[in-house]
Nanobody
Framework: QVPLVESGGGSVQAGGSLRLSCAVS????????MAWFRQAPGKEREGVAV???????LYADSVKGRFTISQDNAKNTLYLQMNSLKPEDTAMYYC???????????????WGQGTQVTVSS
């Protein structure tokens, strides 16, 4: 288990931006893939973006071109920059660490507590 703490959620209007952060208290990027997932009420948790130690990224089709995942190795922090937000982006967003480079929740064993993002039209 890798302790993870998200922050940066909030409420914005459609078209706005937010940046989520995930602090990792015990971190070794080597061997872990870091990802963002989200879960809307009544829906399954879905993968948003994943990044590897070399900065290679993978995004869900629904967020391509709008969201950017990045990491700051010196600060042990993962980020998700979200631009052009839409009401359908409203969800609880979770930071996760896993051993597979994929957007499937089954491959991630460490999770943060989540941070709420609400986008109004």
């Amino acid at each position: 288990q890798v302790p993870l703490v998200e922050s940066g959620g909030g409420s914005v209007q459609a078209g706005g931006s937010l940046r989520l952060s995930c602090a990792v208290s015990e971190y070794s990027y080597r061997g872990y893939y870091m990802a963002w997932f989200r879960q809307a009420p009544g829906k399954e948790r879905e993968g948003v973006a994943v990044i590897n130690i070399d900065g290679i990224t993978l995004y869900a089709d629904s967020v391509k071109g709008r969201f950017t995942i990045s990491q700051d190795n010196a600060k042990n922090t993962l980020y998700l920059q979200m631009n052009s937000l839409k009401p359908e982006d409203t969800a609880m967003y979770y930071c996760a660490a896993g051993r597979v480079f994929a957007l499937r929740k089954e491959y991630f064993g460490s999770w943060g507590q989540g941070t709420q993002v609400t986008v109004s039209s």
